[in-house]
T-cell receptor, first 115, second 112 residues
């Protein structure tokens, strides 16, 4: 079945540092890929997405490129801020017949940014 | 404002006492689903619904029931809660099969 693997956390950075959170996936067909963010005490919000190979999703300074050859969708940001502290989830939406409204999530990566 | 609303947000209960977590969306979405979030496991789908009166099991359905009598509502029912159902629960909806999921704010359930 489909699966998503994220890098182990937690990740602790200083403000203005470069961020990479690795994400790799296993899926049949042509999944859509997502990054969701969860701020403390809140639900998940879509951060960015990519629906086909070589697409780049971007939002709020974050970027991720759908790499089919390496089955990866790594999240990057050039300069993080304290307000980026949150839990980040990589997810995929499979193209299989039973994927009704279902996302398969990675385990989440806790990011803490210090001033 | 487009939103998914869950209630209650926090609940402490005892083993065996039936409870219902309500979920309502105002976006006219066809697809709704329930997830539970546990440390180190990410989110796992419990049940989903493709439309009114159409529901099916997700990855971890044991101990849960759902119903979809109206398009906007998708309650999660725990007939006889047990401590292993202590978790953070999220309801989500989407317009299409592979569309963006919109999440509620979560319901933190503790079963003693």
């Amino acid at each position: 079945g489909d699966s998503v693997t994220q890098m182990e956390g937690p990740v602790t950075l200083s403000e203005e540092a470069f961020l990479t959170i690795n994400c790799t996936y296993t899926a049949t067909g042509y999944p859509s890929l997502f990054w969701y963010v969860q701020y403390p005490g809140e639900g998940l919000q879509l951060l960015l997405k990519a629906t086909k190979a070589d697409d780049k999703g971007s939002n709020k300074g974050f970027e991720a490129t759908y790499r089919k050859e390496t089955t990866s969708f790594h999240l990057e940001k050039g300069s993080v801020q304290v307000s980026d502290s949150a839990v980040y989830f990589c997810a995929l939406s499979g193209s299989g017949g039973t994927s009704y409204g279902k996302l398969t999530f990675g385990q989440g990566t806790i990011l803490t940014v210090h001033p | 404002e487009a939103q998914v609303t869950q209630n209650p947000r926090y609940l402490i209960t005892v083993t065996g006492k039936k409870l219902t977590v309500t979920c309502s969306q105002n976006m006219n979405h066809e697809y709704m689903s329930w997830y539970r979030q546990d440390p180190g496991l990410g989110l796992r789908q419990i049940y989903y619904s493709m439309n009114v009166e159409v529901t099916d099991k997700g990855d971890v359905p044991e101990g849960y029931k759902v119903s979809r009598k109206e398009k906007r509502n998708f309650p999660l029912i725990l007939e006889s809660p047990s401590p292993n159902q202590t978790s953070l629960y999220f309801c989500a909806s989407s317009l299409g099969r592979r569309g963006e999921l919109f999440f509620g704010e979560g319901s933190r359930l503790t079963v003693l």
